[in-house]
């Protein structure tokens, strides 16, 4: 009896000291932030249109191929659109001048639709000078058809 009162209290005080185990860590499953776009909110269409999707790629000496999508988020036809894009880093502050910029043709969407658009980019720097694609923002004015 003594020795199962012995394992008994063994057993009690094992448990009793024993640290609870200890939180695992969080895993952050989150996707990596896109690039940021944004669209000038001057345009009436601005509001329908999302552009995401950044691919960026030498095209020549002070050139970068730019390749994004642009989708409508709305129910109607947006008939053809042209953008003034500029690429600026995440740290710019205002006034900074953009790391490229250019203009894009954006054919028309229809209902709900996605179209890959491509442009040419002027820019200072080579393509490996470029910063990566989580520390770019885009900015879009879209200058056709006006509002």
């Not at 009690?12 to 895993?27: R, V």
């Not at 995401?52 to 409508?72: D, H, P, W």
């Not at 988020?73 to 001048?97: V, Y």
């Not at 179209?115 to 056709?144: C, G, H, N």
Request: charged fraction near 20%; glycine fraction near 6%.
């Amino acid at each position: 009896m003594t020795f199962r009162l012995v394992l008994f209290a063994a057993l009690l005080a094992a448990a009793g000291c024993s640290s609870a185990p200890e939180p695992a860590a969080k895993k952050d499953t989150s996707a990596p932030q896109s690039l940021i776009s944004t669209i000038s909110n001057k345009h009436p269409l601005a509001k329908y249109l999302e552009i995401s999707g950044f691919r960026i790629t030498e095209g020549g000496s002070g050139k970068l191929a730019v390749k994004f999508v642009v989708i409508n988020h709305s129910e109607a036809d947006i008939g053809d659109l042209a953008l003034h894009m500029k690429l600026t880093t995440t740290a710019a502050k205002p006034g900074d001048a953009p790391v490229a910029e250019f203009d894009a043709k954006v054919p028309g969407l229809g209902p709900l639709e996605v179209k890959d658009v491509s442009a040419t980019a002027s820019t200072k720097l080579r393509v490996y000078e470029m910063p990566d694609w989580q520390f770019l923002r885009a900015d879009a004015e879209i200058t056709s058809p006006a509002p």
